[in-house]
């Protein structure tokens, strides 16, 4: 212990040491109390003081000095000084320095007269205080001290017993016994007592244990005995009152005694009056804590045992379980409860209310043990409804409800009767919560505490704004914030007590429905977040807080069991019954179990949904959490073991959910937010929730196996959308639905989930999709997309007006702010558009009163006007400023904004519909018996709807005529074409038709529907060819890229759009009507400003056939593609898209054969490895021979005019606007014109997705894709080049080792590179087999290719005299536009190089055994090359000769702008020369061609031949020429060794003329790429920017191998 006087204040004690000292402490002395450090600081510095004194560091007189100024700071300071004397008496006794000693005396004696002789007498040992003189003798000290100890402790007081006279007894009864009703008072008595006591020499003892028996005998007169006793105590000491008492306890603590309840009594009034001590009574208490501890572990462990009892499967007989019944009979008689006098004593306390005293006992109790017993749980409820009476009179009392008041206790020491909600916190809540459960005993005090509650809820304000706000608004002054803390504190109170005493008293009530309903009285008043809460406690944690509760948990569970292995679907309302019974108590453990019994079995929802009708709706809110719960499950996969598909559990859950919420008023608001709190993190899975529910509860639909007759009914009105365009008619969900909308519209949850699910659907794909498997990444982005467009739907037609228009931002906001992808944008806000529309538009009406048609068009047009202005400005912060150089904002919005509604009426729906409904009519005349009375209703009800329907169907139809007079109004500014007609439709298909055509069954009719109306509307700008031809050319990316649904919906697009094109090809007549003039149809497609033709600018009839088939033929090119990708996404959507557009393709019988063979093939490969697969594919192979009879021969499918033999010179002289014009030359002039400004684009659009690639096919001049003919030669210069370049395979390792080198074109090779060991990886399987079919012709390939090279070599320098001259006109070009040339200089490089360094494995998946051999590996990349362009194999006359598209555009400068402009006289001479040269080559080429044919004839005459070879020359005679035999292995789909020689006959004619026009551009290719070399550090950077931008592109190169070829 530290010193308190430091040895400084010792040393130089009179100078200062003695002051510092006193101040040290008077500090010391102002705290009083015993217990703080202060006091034990003084004793340190006194026992210091003087043990200085006694090593003679200070003299004796001074400390005593010092002592006596101290002494009057504390009264106790004597005592102090007096025990650090007796401790120095100790310590020098013990010593042996004599001088020690003697200055502790001297210290003693000096200070005598500051401690008073008695002090030290006690404290001092007795030789000391003789030695001090204060005693004479120590010996005799100690004698007197041992005797007076003798006599204080162990000497009895005995009475004389014979002294004691009995009469004083007898007196004594008569006095406490006689009529206390008069004046007599406890005071008189208490005297007479007295009297007697010292006239009959009675036992004072005795006197009060007589007294305490006469008030045991008459308790009511407490007023009387208390007083009695109380005064009677003065004369006693303390605890003889309670030895007394204890000693009456002891008397009854036999194991046969029974302690009368008058006893407890009297001790619980003495305890109240504080006239004995509880702990000093409670230890004279049997039994003892530690045994009431054993018997509540004993208790659980008995419980538990039950529980374990139940659970077990016992299959044991009759006999034996009578046997335990009467065993356990036996054990219950036996087995009497002891005495439990604690218990007594509480019980009693309990009743005259002495609520201090007994909570003092509860609290050495375990928790609920006391009330675990009926008699004092009820004593217990009887002081709580006491307490509480007065505040349940006057707010709990329902209306008209009398009750029974209860009266006060008589106590005036009873807890405060409580007259306000705040009164309750000082001591009804505490009583509350030592009930806990078993305020069960007590229904009626359960309903008065709810009843309580429920007013409080009220008068705390509107709930939910307390909660949420946190204001309460009760009082206008300044204590608002006192309120308002009291009033939180007393709401957490009310969730306690809900919590920890009504719902586990409610799980012990049996069956109380009333009490369930009570009960939810008050739970509705509270948010769902602080009822679930509470459901989830009781159910997870209140169950395991009592042995009571773990019995009733485990027979719940038991009686559950035994109920749903019975439930079936005749025993729904017996079932049903006992289901609500059981549920009124312990709803949470009840429908857990059923819970986890529908999600093993979904056969069990049915009837458990019907059997659920008999319960109480605290009930179904408990089943709304127990769900919600259950699907929140951590331990439970969301997926199967496959990872493929979403679980069953799940699914039947979900199921469980739309049935059950339809079905039963049970609020949404917890199932709805929990869907939108897993979206917000990211988690789609519980969409099907969603899904279900607005099916089931809404009635809305989503499915994509809609019939055309069903989506014809969807375009029209609401009437006819629930007749005709759902597959199960949803009746009565007009109640159900507008549930759900309260529910999300109170709950500000209707926006949030639509863009949570708008923005979730590519969180699928790059958050969520991450591990899983591609089918199931596939299936959630689906149920996210459609559960998105149904609860859209939902939400149209369910809102209000102003409630949509209020709660959807705009357009700009939803995508810029919210990020919503636009298709998903554009769908919510589309109902507010025609909203608002409509309601203006009516506005206009009312406001002027013209009745004539044109004055209302005009209202309806000023209507869009004003409501659409907005929108157009909104959605140009949409998209980069370049978009809107091609199509107009007004435009753009246009497009989204309308729907199919708007663009026809499906008349044959609603005749379809009324039909029914006419028929339904005759059918209930027709019925015979059927009532009169029923009749007529049933025929009202037919008729009505007959009226609604035809009003509707004339609603529409002047709707639609109103729509397109506005879209006539406006078309003329829609297309802008700033920069080429090809451009803007690059944009219209990119950014509308796309994007809307995958959205939804509906809208992909619509796409279709707006390019026609697009076209009829003669819309300036708009190439409905080009359009067609778009969209048809190359589906391979865009089909690769859809999930399941959207592929289907893309197959309604493309079926759309064959539709209309097959009835144009169907008939002249109706082409010249819907095409012959329409600006869609021109061919030459001049400068932007002019759009007017004559006649021969127009395609005319026959062309379009061609064009048709050439589609025809681009579509099972693309087909049979991906049917031999092998890749799982590739194959199920093909033939999805197939199956969808089989009504209008095939039509061709050898196309339909071609896609019959490889369906097959699909069949009998994936049979055992994908049954998926195999399922479709058998689907469509059956439907396919069915339409088998309704194909048509090539030849009549499209006219073949055999061709003259001069038929090239004849297209040259034909000129542009030549008369017998065909297609391909058509369309192909006007992408050369329209090339060159598109160029600088086509770069940046490489990486734009499916619809650039596809674009390309299109834009691409030099590749010259869309030509109906065969470009055959421009591939074949280009593989002389290369066969130069790299001879063999020492040539291309020289050239990947170069590809880190300067030039642009290297580089671009390089990337080519990098692909192909990719490709060469995926197409493993494919490589043997072509080997098989390539390594017998390597000798006459190369002797082929020596000839083309010296071909090669004498037209370029035919060639070289074209390109050379005149560069002048070239550099102002490029003064002009310096970066547009590069990059076309810089695109054709890239092109070029990508044609010769692409591998093309188009010959589908051969397999062969066959090693690859050296000597082949050339041949195989040389015949790579060879399948460079793919073309049809229609008539060599619909090719147009390229040199005539070539000489046009060198005179307009658009596509090579280092071609010289040549006169017309060096022209005609060249192109003289060109022509004599090329049918030279031709006729050896035919030669050539004759001789390989036979080779091939012999080297596969075993493979099945369709048709015979007489046949196959007569048609190569009448086509006049022959194309290279380098096509033969990739012109026809069907170009599998197996297939037949049909196709390659087909593919062997070729125009020569096509050759070339070809080689010439070829060589102009390489001049442009040569020429550019100066730029090369300019282009190297763009090269670099190029495939940047590229790489997204990347992986579909790698599934679309040949696709990149079709260019």
């Known amino acids: 212990m530290a010193t308190v006087l430091p040895a400084e204040w010792i040393k130089n004690w009179e100078k200062g040491g003695r002051n510092e000292f006193l101040q040290l402490c008077r500090a010391l002395s102002e705290d009083k109390s015993h217990d703080s450090l202060s006091f034990r600081d003084i004793q340190q510095a006194l026992y210091e003081l003087s043990s200085h004194v006694i090593r003679g560091s200070i003299k004796h007189d001074q400390a005593s000095g010092v002592l006596a100024d101290i002494i009057e700071f504390r009264e106790d300071m004597p005592s102090i000084l007096a025990d650090a004397f007796c401790i120095l008496d100790i310590e020098t006794s013990c010593l042996e320095e004599k001088t020690k000693r003697d200055n502790f005396t001297q210290l003693v004696l000096s200070c005598l007269y500051l401690v008073s002789d008695t002090v030290l007498k006690e404290r001092l040992d007795p030789e000391t205080l003789e030695s001090l003189g204060l005693i004479k003798q120590s010996q005799q000290f100690n004698q007197k001290s041992v005797k007076i100890k003798t006599k204080l402790f162990y000497k009895q007081q005995k009475f004389n017993l014979l002294r004691e006279e009995n009469e004083g007894y007898a007196k004594l009864i008569a006095e406490l016994g006689q009529d206390l009703s008069g004046n007599i008072t406890s005071d008189l008595i208490l005297e007479n007592i007295k009297s007697l006591i010292g006239c009959f020499n009675l036992d004072p003892n005795r006197v009060l244990d007589i007294i305490l028996e006469v008030y045991e005998c008459r308790p009511e007169y407490d007023d009387f005995f208390v007083p009695l006793i109380e005064s009677y105590m003065y004369m006693c ?33 003495l305890l109240q009056h504080n006239l004995i001590d509880l702990e000093d009574l409670y230890v004279h208490l049997l039994p003892g804590d530690n045994a ?4 509540h572990k004993r208790e659980i462990v008995e419980a538990k045992q039950i529980v374990r009892k139940l659970t077990m499967v016992v299959l044991s007989s009759e006999k034996t379980e009578e046997k335990e019944k009467e065993k356990e009979k036996e054990e219950e008689k036996t087995e ?49 409804h006491v307490t509480i009476e007065p505040l349940y009179r006057r707010v709990g009392v329902p209306k008209g409800a009398k009750g029974s008041p209860i009266s006060p206790l008589p106590n005036k020491r009873a807890p405060k009767q409580a007259d306000s909600f705040e009164d309750l916190r ?19 005090l359960f309903a008065k505490v709810v009843r309580i509650g429920k007013a409080f809820m009220k008068e705390a304000g509107t709930t939910k704004k307390f909660i949420s706000d946190r204001v309460v608004k009760f009082q206008s002054d300044g204590s608002k914030q006192e309120e308002k803390e009291k009033m939180e504190i007393l709401f957490s109170c009310v969730l306690s007590i809900t919590d920890q005493v009504l719902l586990p008293s409610l799980s012990l009530m049996d069956c109380n429905a009333c009490m369930s309903e009570e009960l939810w009285g008050m739970f509705k008043t509270f948010p769902y977040q602080y009822r679930y809460r509470l459901y989830g406690q009781w159910k997870n944690e209140t169950y395991n807080s009592h042995p009571l509760l773990v019995k009733v948990k485990a027979q719940t569970i038991d009686r559950a069991k035994y109920i749903m292995k019975r439930l079936t679907k005749e025993n729904v309302k017996p079932s049903g019954r006992q289901i609500g019974k059981l549920s009124h108590a312990n709803p949470t453990i009840l429908f857990d179990y059923i819970l986890s019994q529908i999600q093993k079995y979904d056969n069990l929802i049915t009837p458990v949904v019907d059997s659920l009708k008999y319960l109480t709706s605290l009930n179904y809110d408990v089943l709304a959490f127990c769900i919600i719960e259950a699907l929140a499950n951590p331990e439970k996969e969301r997926m199967k073991h496959d990872d493929t598909t979403i679980s069953s559990w799940l699914q039947s859950l979900a199921s469980f959910c739309g049935a059950v919420f339809r079905k039963y008023p049970i609020e949404l608001a917890g199932l709805l937010q929990y869907v939108a709190n897993q979206l917000k993190a990211g988690k789609s899975f519980d969409l099907l929730i969603l899904k279900e529910v607005v099916q089931k509860m809404a009635g809305i639909e989503i499915t994509e196996e809609m019939t055309m007759e069903q989506l014809e009914a969807m375009t029209g009105g609401e009437q006819l959308k629930a007749e005709g365009g759902y597959f199960g008619q949803i009746r009565n969900t007009k109640k159900s639905s507008q549930r759900l909308k309260d529910a999300l519209l109170d709950h500000d949850l209707a926006l949030p989930l639509c863009l949570l699910m708008a923005q979730q659907r590519n969180g699928v794909i790059f958050q969520e999709g991450g591990e899983k498997h591609l089918k199931l990444v596939g299936k959630l982005y689906d149920q996210c997309h459609d559960t998105l467009v149904q609860f859209g739907g939902f939400l149209a037609s369910n809102l209000s007006t102003e409630d949509y228009i209020k709660r959807v931002p705009s357009i700009d906001v939803l995508c810029n702010e919210f990020h919503t992808p636009h298709d998903a944008a554009f769908f919510l806000s589309r109902p507010m558009y025609a909203h608002q529309i409509s309601s203006k538009y009516d506005e206009l009406k009312k406001a002027e009163k013209g009745n004539k048609q044109q004055h209302k068009v005009h209202k309806y047009i000023t209507a869009c006007e004003l409501v659409m202005a907005p929108v157009h400005e909104a959605v140009i912060s949409l998209h980069p400023p370049k978009v809107w150089d091609d199509i107009s904002p007004q435009f753009y919005a246009t497009f989204w904004s309308l729907t199919m509604y708007d663009l026809a009426v499906p008349h044959s729906s609603y005749d379809r519909e009324v039909n029914k409904l006419k028929v339904q009519m005759k059918a209930i005349d027709d019925n015979q018996e059927m009532p009169p009375n029923k009749k007529k209703k049933e025929k009202e009800r037919c008729t009505a709807l007959q009226d609604k329907l035809l009003e509707e169907e004339k609603k529409q139809l002047e709707h639609v005529q109103r729509v397109l007079q506005r879209l006539k109004l406006e078309k003329d500014n829609w297309l802008l074409a700033k920069s080429t007609k090809n451009e803007t439709i690059t944009k219209f298909l990119q950014l509308c038709i796309f994007p809307r055509c995958i959205f939804s069954a509906i809208d992909a009719v619509y796409c279709a529907h707006f390019v026609e109306l697009v076209h009829q509307q003669k819309t300036p700008n708009f190439s409905t060819l080009l359009c067609y031809d778009r969209v048809f050319s190359d589906i391979i990316y865009t089909v690769a890229s859809c999930t399941e649904n959207e592929a289907s919906r893309y197959g309604r697009f493309l079926c759309c759009m064959l539709e209309t094109v097959t009835r144009w090809h169907s008939d002249r007549v109706i082409y010249e009507k819907e095409c012959g003039n329409y600006p869609g149809f021109l061919t030459i497609l001049r400068a932007t400003g002019f759009d007017g033709g004559n006649k021969a600018d127009q395609l005319d009839y026959e062309n379009f056939r061609h064009v048709v088939h050439k589609w025809h033929y681009k579509l099972t090119k693309a087909s049979v593609h991906c049917l031999e990708t092998g890749e799982y996404t590739h194959i199920r959507n093909i033939l999805i898209v197939l199956t969808k557009i089989l009504p209008w ?33 058998m689907g469509y192979s059956g439907q396919l021979k069915s339409r088998k009879p309704f194909m048509i021969p090539e030849n009549e499918f499209h006219h073949k005019d055999p061709p003259a033999r001069n038929a090239v010179a004849a297209t040259v002289q034909n000129g542009p606007g030549g008369a017998g014009m065909p297609t391909s030359l058509t369309i192909n002039t006007a992408k050369l014109e329209e090339s060159a400004a598109e160029e600088t684009d086509k770069l940046k659009e490489k990486s734009q997705g499916t619809v650039k690639v596809i674009n390309k096919t299109v834009n691409a001049a030099p590749k010259v894709t869309t030509s109906n003919g065969n470009s055959a030669s421009n591939s074949k210069i280009i593989k002389e080049k290369d066969e130069k370049e790299k001879s063999g395979k020492e040539k291309e390792k020289e050239k990947k080792e170069k590809i880190p080198a300067t030039t642009p074109e290297t580089k671009a090779l390089g990337k080519d590179g990098k692909d192909k060991p990719k490709e060469e990886r995926a197409n493993k399987d494919d490589k043997p087999r072509e080997i098989k079919e390539k390594t017998p012709k390597s000798d006459k390939e190369k002797e082929k290719a020596k000839k083309e090279e010296k071909a090669s070599k004498e037209e370029k320098s035919k060639a070289i005299v074209t390109t050379t001259e005149a560069k002048s006109v070239a550099e102002k070009e490029r003064e002009k536009e310096p970066s547009r040339e590069k990059d076309v200089a810089k695109d054709m490089k890239s092109k070029e190089n990508t044609k010769g360094g692409e591998k093309i494995p188009v010959a589908g998946s051969l397999k062969s055994p066959v090693p690859r051999s050296e000597a082949s590996e050339c041949e195989r990349e040389q015949k790579r090359r060879k399948v460079d362009i793919h073309s049809s194999p229609s008539h060599s006359s619909t090719v147009k000769d390229n040199l005539n598209e070539l000489k046009d555009s060198s005179t307009k400068h658009y596509i090579n702008h280092t071609t010289p402009t040549l006169s017309k006289s060096k022209e005609r001479e060249v192109d003289k020369k060109d022509l004599d040269k090329s049918r030279e080559r031709s006729r050896e080429r035919e030669k050539k061609e004759e001789k390989d044919r036979k080779d091939r004839k012999r080297d596969h005459s075993n493979s099945d031949r369709e048709v015979p070879q007489d046949s196959t020359k007569r048609r190569k005679e009448e086509n006049g020429t022959t ?85």
């Open 237 to 269: 000491e303390p605890q003889t009152l309670c030895h007394i008492l204890g000693f009456k306890f002891k008397f009854y603590q036999d194991p046969s005694g029974e302690t009368p309840s008058s006893l407890y009594r009297v001790a619980a009034v």
């Open 292 to 295: 009431i501890i054993e018997e």
């Open 1523 to 1607: 194309g290279s035999s380098k096509h033969s292995k990739s012109e026809s789909p069907s170009d599998s060794p197996r297939s037949n020689e049909k196709e390659r006959e087909k593919s062997k004619s070729k125009s020569s003329g096509k050759e070339k026009g070809d080689s010439i551009k070829a060589e102009k290719m390489e001049k442009s790429s040569s020429g550019s070399k100066k730029e090369s550090r300019h282009d190297k950077e763009k090269e670099k920017k190029e495939k940047r931008d590229s790489t997204g592109g990347k992986e579909e190169k790698k599934h679309h191998k040949s696709s990149d070829k079709h260019r």
């Open 1145 to 1177: 393709y095939p039509k061709v019988l050898n196309l339909g054969q071609a896609l019959e063979r490889r369906v097959h093939k699909i069949c009998q490969e994936e049979k055992e490895k994908r049954p998926d697969l195999y399922a479709l594919a």
């Open 426 to 444: 000082k001591e009804v809540f505490n009583m509350l919560c030592y009930l806990g459960p078993h305020l069960s005993h007590d229904p009626i």
């Open 336 to 384: 009497k409860p002891p005495d439990n006098q604690k218990l007594g004593l509480l019980e009693a306390l309990l009743k005259i209310g002495d609520w201090q005293h007994a909570q003092s006992i509860m609290d050495q109790m375990p928790l609920f043990y006391a009330t675990s017993h009926k008699s004092i749980a009820i004593a217990l409820c009887q002081l709580v």
